[in-house]
């Protein structure tokens, strides 16, 4: 099989164009094409009064050595790669004395834990939250009635942030072993639609993730693997060997119980503040990571569309428009658009009791009113927050109170009108755009909830972004704070084995370890650490 690359047809092309273009693309008559699959299909909206799709083609032709002798050097046209997923290690059949534990049942922890279970090494999953249901209920408390449960919510629990998100599929990680393919082949088996196994920027959404997430529990539990809920690590049992090197050999339980467990995949997501600071007093290696702070920003979806795909807005093939913008500013900062979520929501997102972060979130259909994408500022350690691994903890902690006290101290966010923020006049009502975030907003001035650095730049920003896109800068745009949960504030560093620097058996994991951002690149770090787990055991 053949895999031809950027095959370009116009949007509105016949079905019978693209094995026209096939055979025009490989000089073949019709009759030596036997047969061809869409590997994935983008389109390319740079020029909105001439959309074009652009195709990866698998294709089965009569006289394929003829064919690769003609492009061998034509890299548009190569055979079709294997991507299928070669386990690195199997489990001993006399078992291992002690059962790989996984901290986290998010994207990474549920991938690493399947893997590992795949593999025979029955893990054990532990999750500070409840099962993805119950914890849906809870969440739906704070969203509702403004009612927090600490343990359960946005972060915490099956499925981790990501079950209340866009579902994105998509990063920007080089990966030659085709993992991505592996996350989003199981993503299938579970439940999620095919498509997203050949569109470029495939998504699931929150509901279809809820069931997903249920069933890979299913199938882990029954390749012999075990899930406890409510469940949250206090402590490490860390002991030093006869070199000086320090091991782990269990965990503390807030239950008081200890687990016994020399091979631990530390999943634990960008939020388990507390969790983050235990390791860093029990000296597992941590450093300080960049992360961004800023607001929700919320358009209309149709100005959005219009703007991206002109006549073209509502197209079935193109969906709900996206943005990725970016600014650099004079005060030496970055201004960029963050999980843009096309036809969703702005939802609360906090953990912690007396402060508000926000996040997006859509459903598979994308069909609510409102875009919104975090509008963020960089920010930087040795710049910001020197000094302390945990101060990024603090920072954030500061201006999520902030928020919460601009919001009324009810849980309501701080919003206000963009054309009131560039003027830097509080917001005393809203106008045409209504917001979306649950429990309700707070008309006020975000500058009391923001750094300056961070205020400057976006008021420099965001006329050039109206510029970009028409309508974004428009003065009823509603910005909502504070947006905080970019990513971890640290890195719990590790070595090429994937190990702790200096804690053997801890194995450093996901967004929380600073060492993804985002599903996709979650599950497959969860399937890199998995592997090496693999590999310390059977040596």
Known sequence: ?????????????????????????????????????????????????????????????????????????????????????????????????????????????????????????????????????????????????????????????????????????????????????????????????????????????????????????????????????????????????????????????????????????????????????????????????????GVRIEHPQSWIDKARFGADAGNSILGAAEYHISHHCKNGRTVYSFCMCPGGTVVAATSEEGRVATNGMSQYSRNERNANSGLVVAIDPARDYPGDPLAGIALQRHWESAAYVAGGSSYKAPAQRLGDFLAGRPSESLGSVVPSYRPGVHPTDLAQCLPDFAVAAMREALPVFGRQIPGYDHPDVVMTGVETRTSSPVRFTRGDDFQSLNTAGLFPAGEGAGYAGGILSASVDGIKVAEAVARSIVG
């Open 1 to 293: 099989m053949l895999r031809i690359t950027e095959l370009t047809l116009p949007l509105h092309h016949p079905e019978e164009a693209l094995p026209a273009a096939i055979c025009r693309r490989l000089r073949i008559t019709p009759r030596e094409l036997v047969r061809h699959v869409i590997a994935r299909r983008a389109s390319d909206a740079r020029d909105k009064t001439d959309i074009q799709l652009v195709y990866s083609v698998d294709v089965n032709v009569r006289d394929e050595a003829a064919v690769l002798a003609r492009f061998r050097k034509d890299r548009g046209v190569q055979r079709t790669p294997d991507t299928r997923y070669q386990f690195v290690a199997k489990a001993p059949e006399s078992g291992v004395s002690l059962r790989p534990v996984v901290i986290g049942a998010g994207p990474c922890g549920l991938f690493a834990g399947l893997i590992l279970a795949q593999m025979g090494f029955r893990p054990i999953i532990l999750d500070r939250g409840k099962v993805v249901r119950e914890r849906t209920k809870d969440t739906w408390g704070l969203w509702r009635r403004s009612v927090l449960n600490p343990e359960s919510n946005v972060q915490f629990g099956e499925g981790g942030a990501g079950t209340f998100s866009d579902g994105k599929l998509y990063s920007r990680i080089k990966d030659s072993r085709h993992l991505d393919r592996k996350v989003l082949t199981e993503f299938v088996k579970a439940g999620a639609p095919p498509e997203i196994l050949t569109e470029a920027h495939p998504h699931i959404g929150t509901f279809r993730l809820v069931t997903m997430v249920e069933s890979m529990r299913e199938t882990i539990e029954q390749l012999g693997g075990e899930y406890r809920f409510s469940t949250r690590v206090d402590g490490l049992d860390i002991a030093t060997d006869a070199e000086g090197k320090r091991r782990v050999r269990g965990l503390h339980l807030h239950t008081g119980d200890t687990l016994e467990a020399d091979h631990v995949v530390l999943a634990i997501g960008h939020s388990a503040r507390d969790t983050f600071a235990m390791l860093h007093a029990a000296g597992v290696y941590v450093e300080a990571k960049p992360f961004a702070i």
